[in-house]
């Protein structure tokens, strides 16, 4: 990587190249392989919250416990959701993709000590 970052010293770091690295190419799959599956689950999840809200009124309404409703635990639901989804991520992220960052901006830094 070092050398296709260093082909133009006088320009800097060609940070298209670096974009097309197989490292960082590797960083994007890696984040977006975790991203992508869990934004649809979070998104079919949500729209069904709504679609019951909007057509199963008479279930969501059902009362579980006094005056809690279906409804309610489901919609508290999409903020433990939402806060679950998180935590995985920044979890993922500490493990699997801040130690490939890391070594690209280690390759970077690298690179621009020797211009």
């Known amino acids: 990587m070092t050398d296709r970052i ?15 690295s197989e490292g960082f190419q590797t960083l994007k799959k890696t984040q977006r392989s975790f991203i992508f599956p869990l934004a649809a689950i979070f998104l079919i999840w949500y729209f069904v919250y709504v679609l019951l809200g909007a057509y199963a009124t008479d279930f969501m ?40 960052a890391k070594h690209i901006r280690e390759e970077l830094e690298k690179a621009e000590a020797h211009q």
């Open 6 to 20: 260093n082909e133009d010293s006088d320009a800097g770091i060609d940070y298209t190249a670096v974009e097309n």
């Open 61 to 100: 309404g059902q009362r579980v416990w006094g005056d809690i409703t279906v409804g309610l635990l489901l919609g508290l639901g999409q903020f433990v959701t939402t806060f679950v989804i998180t935590m995985a991520y920044v979890s993922f992220a500490n493990k699997k993709l801040d130690p490939k």
